[in-house]
């Protein structure tokens, strides 16, 4: 058995002391280095995610740049302004294609490229967006696609968290919101790619939402495929093939095994994805893949214009008064094209306008009595006749165009002797009685003034005339005083706009 003196003793519980304390000192240091390597990781990836902007910014105004060196090399500005819309230079103003489509429009033999585009045009107040870049795709000329890119297009991972949305990845594109909005009203249809790649990572966890996206207007959004819908759905639960059949979605599994749920949004009225919200991804993992906002065709106007939606999609880009094609008519209204479609104020109606093809309207008297029932009343004098419509000889009004008419006939009435006398007068419209008048009188001979008013709707060539349709001892009276007046015009004109 070893024994030890009293200093040894000491000396030996002091380098056991002094170890322990160097023990614990390593434990804080490792604790330490692992905290500050988390807070450097997340450091770093925010800053790897700023760069990751600041090049894509620089990409795109660097393709700009060029562009414009491009064009200033060109032999012949004049030449180009006249016939290239890929870029036109006027006044130091540059003017652009509103989408790919109508640079394939104007130049088949483009190749698919990078092009600068301005979907809401060259605005004179000033208050148009910047022009950004975008690429097109010429290979489909029925339905060139315009793509605007973004900085989160590669496979990213979200982060682990557990709440609900509490990963969320804005996506910044290179065009304004603005910018992307009328280029989706300019087009046939638009879409947007997403692939999700999991391992317990849900979109839906026990009948909550966990995860979701923003559309274009700030709202949520649920559904991972296809066109809008309030329910949560993914292709494969569109498609009805999911892994686990009362799942909507792949990702949505329980299965610790990699899933993927990969889709197109094809609704253009919300899209582009403003937003990635994922949650629950505390145990798992999720990778996200967003792809390129892409547009494609162009939207058909069918006939004439009927509102400042249609004028912007042939081209209108400057805010200011317009005819449109109406309802039988012809429409004023106020379009400001500074505004997207469902703006308030984008269009304002100021009225219908006052079209004719022909003004019409007539005056007849008659210097004669008669008395003659159920034929169309003469009228010997035609005061007036613009257009031509009124045969004053057989008392026959020929409507020369369809539309909104107005008559009006006054005249006296006179029977002589008898205890009793009346008189009805008919307005007709071929065949049919429209309006009428009647006179009674007793105790004559006495005189009686009547008259009436119509306004009526005619098609061309409807005939009008005013007639006795009846009378007892009483005719109309009228001698050189000229005291019967039958008067008619056109009130609107019905326009036949194809």
Known sequence: MTCYSGTQLR??????????????????????????????????????????????????????????????????????????????????????????????????????GYYIIDPDGQNLNGESEEPFQVYCDMTTDYAVKTAVMHDSETNIEAENCLEPGCYKRDIHYSASDKQMATLAELSKECRQYFKYDCIEAPFEYEGVQVSWWDDRKGDRQYFWSGKATTTHTCECGINGNCIEADKKCNCDSVISDLRTDEGTIIDKNILPVKRLNFGRTHTGSGQHTLGRFECSGKKVVDGKPTSCADLRILGNTLSGF??????????????????????????????????????VYFYAQKNSTFEKEKVPIP?????????????????????????????????????????????????????????????????????STFSLQSTLPLERGDSVWVEIDEQYVMYLYDNGSHLTHFTGWLLQQDITIK
């Open 379 to 447: 009228f010997e004098e035609t005061k007036l006749n613009i257009g031509g419509a009124m045969n004053g000889a057989i008392g026959i009004f020929t409507a020369p165009v369809t539309g909104t008419y107005f008559f009006s006939l006054s005249g006296v009435g006179y029977f002589n002797n008898y205890h009793y006398g009346k008189m009805l007068i008919s307005l007709m419209m071929g065949e049919k009685q429209v309006g009428g008048a009647a006179i009674g009188l007793s105790d004559g001979p006495a005189l």
């Open 11 to 112: 000396v030996l519980v002091l380098a056991c002391v002094f170890c322990l304390a160097t023990s614990i000192s390593l434990e804080e240091k490792v604790q330490q280095l692992t905290e500050n390597y988390g807070e450097l990781k997340k450091s770093f990836e925010s800053r790897v995610t700023h760069l990751e902007t600041k090049v894509f910014q620089l990409e795109a105004k660097v393709a700009q740049q060029e562009s414009l060196i491009a064009s200033l090399r060109m032999d012949n500005p004049s030449s180009r302004m006249a016939t290239d819309p890929a870029e036109i230079d006027n006044n130091e103003t540059h003017i652009y294609p509103r989408t790919c489509q109508e640079i394939y429009n104007y130049d088949n033999s483009r190749s698919s």
């Open 322 to 359: 317009y005819l449109v094609k109406g309802i039988n008519s012809v429409e004023n209204v106020d379009c400001d094209f500074t505004k997207l479609q469902n703006d308030p104020g984008f269009q304002t109606s100021i009225g219908k306008v006052d079209v004719q093809s022909t003004p």
